[in-house]
């Protein structure tokens, strides 16, 4: 009879030892899975940042090519009045659109050295630049945090509990210099 109450003993030690485990590699999956998940959001914010950045400089590159073929044609139309036909009179009278014409190209000069300068076009570089830097930077510490999972869910003892406590290996995010690497287009 003691003996089977030192069986009986051992059996619910190592249930209570087994079910210990297991509560605990599922608070080790949890917390690793919730780093993982952190770190792709920081990808996708990114990812988000940088599409926003790019959509910035397209309006911005728009907004320049109005305004230089606004100034085109603006000297077009001071080239054709400078010198108008006729007599004294007439030319008075169209020298008003010409000082209009005039105005409003001062107003477009003040902005366009602003569009035109080096500056603003090598802090946008230089921003694309950054953004590509910290995208590269979040899908690395997103990858690194796969790998920490996944070699996790395939290491004894944890191996045995993955599975039945519903945690499965994520895929590594690629880029386009992966791709690159391997000559896919």
Do not use: C, W
């Not at 919730?34 to 996708?44: C, I, Y």
């Not at 914010?45 to 397209?58: F, T, V």
């Not at 569009?115 to 690194?144: C, H, W």
């Amino acid at each position: 009879m003691p003996t089977r109450n030192r069986y009986v003993i051992l059996l619910v030690a190592v249930i209570i030892t087994i079910y210990l485990f297991a509560r605990h590699a599922n608070n080790v999956f949890v917390e690793e899975q919730h780093l993982l998940l952190t770190a792709s959001g920081l990808v996708e914010l990114e990812m988000k940042r940088r599409e926003d950045l790019l959509a910035r400089a397209r309006a911005a590159v728009k907004e320049y090519n109005v305004l230089e073929e606004k100034i085109h044609l603006h000297l077009v139309e001071l080239n054709a009045l400078k010198m108008p036909p006729g007599n004294n009179k007439t030319r008075l009278e169209k020298t008003n659109p010409i000082f209009e014409l005039l105005s409003e190209f001062d107003a477009l000069k003040e902005r366009y050295p602003a569009l035109k300068s080096n500056g603003p076009y090598v802090a946008l570089m230089e921003d694309m630049q950054a953004s590509g830097f910290r995208v590269i930077t979040a899908r690395l510490a997103y990858n690194r945090k796969v790998n920490e999972f996944n070699t996790l869910l395939n290491v004894f003892p944890y191996k045995l509990f993955a599975k039945p406590l519903g945690f499965h290996s994520h895929p590594f995010q690629e880029g386009a210099g992966e791709k690159f690497l391997r000559n896919e287009k």
